[in-house]
């Protein structure tokens, strides 16, 4: 007797060898074999209970894996119902990109008819799911491919409403992301809008007026015929020029045009910039702009001066200052905002970042040799200052679970082709060809016996402690142990004499290869830079040149009058070497009396030792410049140099849309470290 299952659903423990319809009018023959291999999937894909055995429970899925297990089977062809609701697979939608006065607007719908509401999909990736509600009630499950190629796009969109629109400004960002997609359309408006952006490159370069003082490089005439296209459009840039290559003038080039111009709204420019730079505008705009009126904003006598915005072409205030007054400078509506050394703003949550953002002007520019320093979302915040909504939610630099390194390159390749018209960076090797050639050189230092033996005590120490704690706590919950460790390495390897509780009188390998090398260079006559972010190793240093007496200039955070040593060591042949802290002077000073420049620590980010060897190696050097870093061997700083490597892969990663991506430091990063 065969043995029949009546009509409905079968459970994975029903022993019948045929199955009735519902009707009752056919009989089925079941497949055996069929039935365990979907098991098996089903089983694979995270499923319990399903076991052919009857004390097993009823057959379930934890509710976090049930999304990827729908999406699979309904991928697969399987029949899938939740409540009587089926799922079933939507074809890949064709998108349509229309155009409104001040906005773009996506809308999709799928080949087949059905009826596709974007703002749901939207609303869908948000949280995370690959699902959505169609017209009919059913759930639709989206491609994979469609899904991975539009979520870029859609986290830039404004969310507002049943809408999905973008802002004219995200033009070239948009046709970036979904280049190569073959279902999509664009109406006349966007196309056209997208080309004036495609076509920027092609500006005119543009003359300063006639009362600037100075005479332009070609490439700064460049910028400011880019600057004219920002402000033509409404746009914010920024200028990421190399640094030395005259940012600071072409501004001023600007200003003093701005000053002239008859047909706008007659407002003063704001320069918002660290305090270590005022001094530099002032004497730059009093050289090349003299007719400018240019307030001091940032000292004790702002507050008297605080009626006089008004009456003045260029405003100078400080991050610092901008913080304590963003109050009073946001009830003032300014022509351009300009912020020098933008990368103060990378982190979007700093109470600066949230003061520019604060401010009010008709044109936002930017200055920064350096737009990335550590990760891809520093530009997020920049951008955010620049271009309000540019980047939408900043989700665009997340790296896709599982996505592969040439995934990742193509995307970061298309991000930095839709941010190209807001970006303009040149390289000294683009476009300074007249600038000498720059030798940069490593100087190995060997500890002598004392110093080894207190390195590699202290290496072992922090080596045990560290590893033991991160196995317990994980790294992030031991940052701060980690950096004290790594800090007390460095200073281990620079000089004895900066650790807790130093004995008086310990030597410095470094020390006798650096003074060596100034011996040489005094008897040359050649001047000589030397940068160290330890004030307090500057400090040993000046006790070691004191007792030989060599005359040298010093400068670093505590110095208020910048101008007298940089004038000093500019002009005075006698005065042939500068120590200089690098925090304090790595930006805004112009010293081409130098042709040598020695870095004493290496630090993780290569950007910031380039802006010390650029104080040098600038528009108006004439002589090659030699840099030297100073590194202890096998010490932790031959680490930071691997990691220095990384650093500047980043760097590249949007600037020359090359690869990049930084990850936080791992377990195996401090293993290396303290190898």
Not at 289 to 303: I, K, Q, T
Not at 374 to 396: C, K, V
Not at 457 to 469: A, G, N, S, W
Not at 515 to 533: C, H, I, W, Y
Request: proline share 5%; glycine share 8%; net charge neutral.
């Amino acid at each position: 007797i065969m043995q029949i299952s009546l009509g409905g659903p079968i459970g994975p423990n029903d022993g019948g060898l045929a199955v009735l319809s519902e009707a009752g009018s056919r009989l089925y023959a079941r497949d055996p074999e069929a039935e365990r291999a979907a098991l098996a999937r089903l089983k694979q894909l995270g499923a319990s209970g399903i076991e052919p055995h009857h004390l097993q429970p009823a057959p379930g899925i934890h509710e976090r894996r049930l999304p990827a297990l729908v999406h699979a089977l309904v991928s697969e062809g399987w029949h899938v119902e939740a409540q009587g609701v089926r799922y079933r697979p939507v074809a890949a939608p064709r998108l349509h990109i229309r155009s409104g006065i001040d906005w773009f607007e996506l809308e999709a719908a799928t080949e087949d008819g059905t009826t596709f509401d974007l703002p749901a999909v939207v609303k869908a990736l948000a949280k995370g799911q690959r699902t959505i509600t169609l017209d009919d009630g059913s759930i639709g499950v989206l491609p994979e491919e469609w899904l991975a190629s539009v979520a870029p796009v859609v986290s830039l969109a404004d969310r507002a409403g049943d809408l999905v629109r973008f802002r004219p400004s995200q033009a070239g960002l948009v046709e970036a992301l979904l280049v190569g997609q073959p279902a999509v359309d664009w109406d006349e408006g966007f196309v056209k809008a997208r080309e004036r952006l495609q076509h920027f490159t092609g500006l005119d370069a543009e003359d300063a007026p006639a009362t600037f003082t100075g005479q332009l490089r070609g490439y700064q005439r460049d910028a400011l015929g880019w600057l004219r296209f920002l402000r033509e459009f409404g746009f914010g840039g920024c200028l990421a020029d190399d640094m030395g290559l005259g940012k600071t003038v072409v501004v001023l080039a600007l200003l003093e045009s701005r000053r002239l111009d008859r047909d706008r709204t007659p407002r003063p420019s704001l320069v918002v910039l660290p305090r270590s730079l005022v001094f530099n505008w002032i004497s730059e705009a009093t050289r090349f702009a003299p007719a400018l009126r240019v307030l001091d904003f940032a000292g004790a006598a702002r507050h008297a001066a605080a009626d006089d915005l008004s009456t003045v072409d260029v405003v100078l205030t400080t991050y610092g200052t901008l913080r304590r007054d963003v109050a009073r400078l946001q009830a003032h509506r300014f022509d351009y905002i300009v912020l020098d050394e933008a990368q103060a703003i990378k982190n979007e949550s700093t109470a600066t970042a949230r003061a520019v953002r604060l401010l009010q002007g008709d044109h936002r520019l930017a200055l920064t040799g350096t737009p990335v320093e550590n990760h891809l979302g520093e530009l997020f915040s920049l951008f955010e200052f620049l271009n309000p909504g540019l980047l939408g939610t900043g989700r665009l630099f997340d790296r896709p679970r599982g996505s592969t390194v040439d995934a990742d390159r193509t995307h970061l390749e298309k991000v930095a082709r839709g941010l190209r018209p807001f970006i303009l960076r040149r390289t000294k090797d683009q476009v300074a060809l007249e600038l000498p050639p720059r030798t940069e050189e490593t100087l190995y230092c060997e500890l002598d016996a004392k110093g080894r033996t207190l390195y590699n005590e202290l290496r072992d120490h922090y080596r045990r402690v560290l590893l033991r704690k991160i196995d317990r706590e994980g790294v992030a919950r031991s940052r701060f142990a980690i950096l004290e460790a790594l800090l007390r390495l460095r200073q281990a390897a620079c000089h004895p004499g900066l650790l807790p509780n130093a004995v008086v009188g310990t030597s410095s390998a470094k020390f006798e290869v650096l003074l060596a090398r100034l011996d040489e260079l005094a008897e040359e006559g050649r001047k000589a830079l030397v940068f160290s972010q330890f004030t307090s190793l500057l400090a040993l240093l000046r006790l070691r040149l004191d007792e030989i007496g060599r005359d040298y200039a010093y400068l670093d955070g505590e110095t208020r009058d910048r101008a007298t040593p940089v004038a000093r060591f500019q002009s005075d042949a006698g005065c042939g070497l500068f120590l200089i802290s690098l925090k304090a002077g790595g930006t805004g000073l112009n010293l081409t009396a130098a042709e040598n420049v020695f870095l004493l620590d290496p630090w993780w980010n290569p950007a910031v030792e380039m802006q010390a060897i650029d104080r040098a190696h600038r528009i108006g050097q004439t002589r090659p410049v030699f840099a030297y870093r100073l590194v202890a061997r096998d010490t932790v700083e031959e680490r930071i140099l691997e990691l220095q490597a990384r650093k500047r892969t980043l760097a590249d990663a949007i600037l020359n849309a090359g690869e990049g991506g930084l990850r936080g430091l791992e377990r195996e990063d401090l293993e290396r470290l303290l190898a």
